[in-house]
């Protein structure tokens, strides 16, 4: 790919201010057609006589550093006689201060950009432009921008041109545009500009959101523009940012004369709440509009209840969803994170695929995790493997297995199992490998039940044991194996085995489960031998815990499933309902318009749960849903007819609510399921777009696609 083309950088190592590479275009007469082919080492923003090249946001999106994606742009239609080619360069996801391991790995990589301009004549003629030696480079009026702190844009700074560097680096790395572009993909206005108890003059867009935003004003050259940026305000009503951590997350802007527009290009920012700290005059709503940016997904899952809080959660996942599908399903969009955590998108992937269609969102995503999987099988805990060393963590790893499972169920796609069997394989090799006991998990370092409340103090482990919950996955993920590779037509005689002997090994190590997790996945995973009374141990430890629960990551999105799938639907129920905290609707009241990282993030006397790992937009526990669109309203996949060819609808209605509906536009039509408590008993209205099981009251129904009423 690019094979004529060199890569080329600036001649020095720019740090966090960006280059920009200039090419005049020449264009003949009798051009029927001009394309540009553009990757880079960093994040490019290319613009042909000042106007935008294609809507990529972050272009060429954040992949393994062992990869770069190749995007091509129809510029036919941009091009004059004689056009200026400019491409604005930041270190972007590749060499920020957020890619440790490329940062020590390939510390002496240049940022750089490859590409190619193609020009095509109506004589047959064909013209190509390669990026070389024969390309210019400037520092850009772009004099800071990162992914974690912001973007510094300097209008009065004169560009001046000289030669490029050009590198040898190798054209291997070059792949096609796999997933989804990142977009711009809507628009907030103020919904209010106030001042804060300490004089600031803050701009609040009522949502919680990932992106940008533009700026509309006039101005005197060398006038500044000073915003920050925030998530929610303090109990004070101050504007609050040490959740942000070390990210700065600012921007700075310097003016030119008269009437200008600017929106930031390479830089992203987690925010409900806009700081003015410098501006040219009195800040009005005209003055700024946020634009929320993510990955160009369809929207295809839609939840509504009778209750407004209920209604609001089903909106807070949904923006969870837009806010860290940012080309990598990252686990916070605002604090120096941001990064693909493995056990996060696993937790959430089936909810993910319900709201959205991600079919081509996780398979670049996989694609990364399958280059980034250590030789021995491990799976690096951030994927794409920016971070981190080289182990897995139970649950965390199992994404490698998990993902693309449930992609398969969703979107019925085979060709993923095929594309990731061998990974899926060589995990379960890595935790064979490292375990002290054979058939077990154990002797490990892992992440546990993550922000259990059940943790002991000053920890952020939940009390759950690990050696029982990696064993655990260790089951659960050789099930999958055993189901994808039969499907792809694999001998899974071996893993079968595995699953067996692993079974016995749990049930004779750990016979007894002792926290809300333990008995949940337990319940889950199919491990618990006596489930009746284990299901009873479960509902008892919520209800003497006030019906509450103190789940953490691994256990939090089983946990109404658990209780459901074995007799306790009403009790499911009261936790989703549950207001008070610990619980989903808790946050809601509180204010929140995204999902909290946190059942505490900020606690009912309005103080915050800690400064360095309190992020208001985390995705992980809006996997509930899944548990709605599934049990509450029942839609359900079928393993051997996936991608929806044929469904079990099996709605679990409660009086505690007056109505609840799902609707899912599945690859085959909508999926709908509602119920309506009228009187004393339900009116279910559901739809099926193929050959559906309807389960009501116990009853069953075999029917063909079709609208129903029970
Ligand atoms: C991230 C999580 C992640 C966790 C791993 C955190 O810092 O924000 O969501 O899964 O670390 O323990």
Same mark, same amino acid.
């Given at each position: 790919?690019?094979?004529?083309?060199? !890569?080329?950088?600036?001649?020095?190592?720019?740090?966090?201010?960006?280059?920009?590479?200039?090419?005049?275009?020449?264009?003949?007469?009798?051009?029927?057609?001009?394309?540009?082919?553009?990757?880079?080492?960093?994040?490019?923003?290319?613009?042909?006589?000042?106007?935008?090249?294609?809507?990529?946001?972050?272009?060429?999106?954040?992949?393994?550093?062992?990869?770069?994606?190749?995007?091509?742009?129809?510029?036919?239609?941009?091009?004059?006689?004689?056009?200026?080619?400019?491409?604005?360069?930041?270190?972007?996801?590749?060499?920020?201060?957020?890619?440790?391991?490329?940062?020590?790995?390939?510390?002496?990589?240049?940022?750089?950009?490859?590409?190619?301009?193609?020009?095509?004549?109506?004589?047959?003629?064909?013209?190509?432009?390669?990026? &070389?030696?024969? $390309?210019?480079?400037?520092?850009?009026?772009?004099?800071?921008?990162?992914?974690?702190?912001?973007?510094?844009?300097?209008?009065?700074?004169?560009?001046?041109?000289?030669?490029?560097?050009?590198? %040898?680096?190798?054209?291997?790395?070059?792949?096609?545009?796999?997933?989804?572009?990142?977009?711009?993909?809507?628009?907030?206005?103020?919904?209010?500009?106030?001042?804060?108890?300490?004089?600031?003059?803050?701009?609040?867009?009522?949502?919680?959101?990932?992106?940008?935003?533009?700026?509309?004003?006039?101005?005197?050259?060398?006038?500044?523009?000073?915003?920050?940026?925030?998530?929610?305000?303090?109990?004070?009503?101050?504007?609050?940012?040490?959740?942000?951590?070390?990210?700065?997350?600012?921007?700075?802007?310097?003016?030119?004369?008269?009437?200008?527009?600017?929106?930031?290009?390479?830089?992203?920012?987690?925010?409900?709440?806009?700081?003015?700290?410098?501006?040219?005059?009195?800040?009005?709503?005209?003055?700024?509009?946020?634009?929320?940016?993510?990955?160009?997904?369809?929207?295809?899952?839609?939840?509504?209840?009778?209750?407004?809080?209920?209604?609001?959660?089903?909106?807070?996942?949904?923006?969870?969803?837009?806010?860290?599908?940012?080309?990598?399903?990252? %686990?916070?969009?605002?604090?120096?994170?941001?990064?693909?955590?493995?056990?996060?998108?696993?937790?959430?992937?089936?909810?993910?695929?319900?709201?959205?269609?991600?079919?081509?969102?996780?398979?670049? $995503?996989?694609?990364?995790?399958?280059?980034?999987?250590?030789? %021995?099988?491990?799976? @690096?805990?951030?994927? @794409?493997?920016?971070?981190?060393?080289?182990?897995?963590?139970?649950?965390?790893?199992?994404?490698?297995?998990?993902?693309?499972?449930?992609?398969?169920?969703?979107?019925?796609?085979?060709?993923?199992?095929?594309?990731?069997?061998?990974?899926?394989?060589?995990?379960?090799?890595?935790?064979?490998?490292?375990?002290?006991?054979?058939?077990?998990?154990?002797?490990?370092?892992?992440?546990?039940? !993550?922000?259990?409340?059940?943790?002991?103090?000053?920890?952020?482990?939940?009390?759950?044991?690990?050696?029982?919950?990696?064993?655990?996955?260790?089951?659960?993920?050789?099930?999958?194996?055993?189901?994808?590779?039969?499907?792809?037509?694999?001998?899974?005689?071996?893993?079968?085995?595995?699953?067996? &002997?692993?079974?016995?090994?749990?049930?004779?190590?750990? @016979?007894?489960?002792?926290?809300?997790?333990?008995?949940?996945?337990?319940?889950?995973?199919?491990?618990?031998? &006596?489930?009746?009374?284990?299901?009873?141990?479960?509902?008892?430890?919520?209800?003497?815990?006030?019906?509450?629960?103190?789940?953490?990551?691994?256990?939090?999105?089983?946990?109404?499933?658990?209780?459901?799938?074995?007799?306790?639907?009403?009790?499911?129920?009261?936790?989703?309902?549950?207001?008070?905290?610990?619980?989903?609707?808790?946050?809601?009241?509180?204010?929140?318009?995204?999902?909290?990282?946190? $059942?505490?993030?900020?606690? %009912?006397?309005?103080?915050? $749960?800690?400064?360095?790992?309190?992020?208001?937009?985390?995705?992980?526990?809006?996997?509930?849903?899944?548990?709605?669109?599934?049990?509450?309203?029942?839609?359900?996949?079928?393993?051997?007819?996936?991608?929806?060819?044929?469904?079990?609808?099996?709605?679990?209605?409660?009086?505690?609510?007056?109505?609840?509906?799902?609707?899912?536009?599945?690859?085959?039509?909508?999926?709908?399921?509602?119920?309506?408590?009228?009187? &004393?008993?339900?009116?279910?209205?559901?739809?099926?777009?193929?050959?559906?099981?309807?389960?009501?009251?116990?009853?069953?129904?075999?029917?063909?696609?079709?609208?129903?009423?029970?």
């Amino acid at each position: 790919m690019l094979n004529n083309s060199k !890569w080329i950088s600036y001649p020095e190592m720019q740090g966090t201010s960006c280059p920009v590479f200039k090419r005049v275009i020449n264009k003949k007469e009798g051009l029927v057609r001009a394309t540009l082919k553009l990757s880079a080492l960093g994040c490019y923003y290319a613009t042909i006589d000042g106007i935008r090249v294609g809507d990529f946001i972050l272009a060429p999106g954040f992949t393994s550093r062992h990869r770069a994606q190749v995007q091509e742009y129809d510029i036919t239609s941009m091009l004059k006689e004689k056009s200026e080619l400019l491409i604005t360069l930041s270190q972007g996801w590749f060499k920020g201060r957020l890619n440790w391991r490329v940062n020590a790995e390939m510390k002496d990589v240049y940022p750089s950009i490859i590409g190619e301009v193609m020009l095509r004549y109506a004589n047959g003629s064909v013209e190509y432009i390669y990026t &070389n030696g024969e $390309w210019q480079c400037s520092k850009s009026k772009i004099t800071m921008a990162d992914i974690y702190d912001g973007e510094h844009y300097d209008s009065t700074l004169e560009e001046s041109f000289g030669p490029v560097r050009v590198n %040898d680096y190798s054209h291997s790395r070059l792949c096609k545009q796999q997933g989804p572009f990142v977009c711009e993909m809507e628009r907030i206005l103020p919904h209010r500009i106030f001042k804060t108890p300490k004089g600031e003059v803050v701009i609040d867009f009522n949502q919680n959101l990932t992106g940008y935003f533009e700026i509309k004003l006039n101005a005197k050259r060398g006038d500044r523009v000073s915003l920050s940026f925030a998530e929610v305000l303090d109990k004070d009503g101050n504007f609050y940012t040490e959740n942000y951590r070390s990210a700065k997350s600012e921007f700075v802007y310097t003016c030119d004369e008269g009437y200008q527009e600017y929106k930031p290009k390479l830089t992203f920012y987690g925010f409900r709440y806009i700081r003015v700290n410098e501006f040219p005059c009195d800040i009005e709503p005209e003055n700024i509009t946020a634009i929320v940016v993510h990955s160009d997904i369809k929207r295809t899952g839609y939840l509504n209840s009778s209750s407004p809080l209920l209604n609001k959660l089903f909106s807070n996942i949904i923006w969870g969803q837009k806010g860290n599908f940012l080309d990598i399903p990252t %686990d916070c969009p605002q604090r120096d994170e941001r990064m693909g955590w493995t056990g996060d998108a696993q937790v959430f992937v089936r909810t993910a695929s319900y709201n959205f269609d991600v079919e081509k969102f996780f398979e670049k $995503w996989l694609t990364d995790l399958r280059i980034d999987q250590g030789k %021995d099988g491990y799976v @690096p805990f951030v994927i @794409p493997q920016a971070w981190g060393d080289d182990w897995s963590g139970c649950g965390w790893g199992d994404a490698s297995v998990i993902c693309p499972w449930q992609i398969y169920l969703t979107y019925g796609n085979v060709d993923i199992l095929k594309k990731q069997y061998r990974s899926m394989c060589s995990y379960l090799k890595y935790i064979a490998t490292h375990s002290k006991d054979k058939y077990l998990w154990t002797g490990c370092e892992h992440f546990g039940d !993550w922000l259990g409340l059940d943790a002991p103090a000053g920890s952020y482990k939940g009390s759950s044991n690990e050696d029982f919950l990696a064993s655990a996955f260790y089951y659960y993920s050789t099930g999958i194996v055993c189901k994808a590779g039969k499907i792809i037509g694999k001998d899974v005689a071996k893993y079968e085995k595995l699953r067996e &002997n692993i079974l016995s090994a749990i049930r004779k190590r750990f @016979p007894s489960y002792n926290t809300q997790t333990e008995c949940v996945i337990a319940l889950h995973f199919g491990i618990a031998e &006596n489930k009746v009374s284990v299901a009873k141990r479960l509902a008892t430890m919520i209800k003497e815990n006030g019906t509450r629960l103190k789940t953490g990551f691994l256990g939090t999105p089983y946990l109404l499933h658990a209780l459901s799938d074995n007799g306790y639907s009403d009790l499911a129920y009261s936790l989703l309902l549950q207001e008070e905290f610990p619980s989903w609707l808790y946050s809601v009241k509180q204010g929140a318009t995204t999902i909290w990282e946190h $059942w505490d993030g900020i606690n %009912d006397k309005g103080d915050f $749960w800690s400064k360095d790992m309190n992020s208001f937009n985390h995705y992980a526990y809006g996997s509930v849903a899944d548990w709605v669109f599934g049990v509450g309203c029942g839609i359900k996949t079928v393993e051997d007819k996936p991608g929806f060819e044929e469904i079990v609808i099996a709605p679990v209605p409660t009086k505690k609510l007056k109505h609840l509906s799902a609707k899912i536009e599945t690859r085959r039509g909508l999926v709908s399921s509602a119920w309506y408590l009228e009187g &004393n008993s339900f009116r279910y209205e559901i739809t099926t777009p193929t050959k559906a099981t309807i389960i009501i009251d116990g009853v069953t129904y075999q029917v063909e696609k079709g609208s129903y009423v029970f």
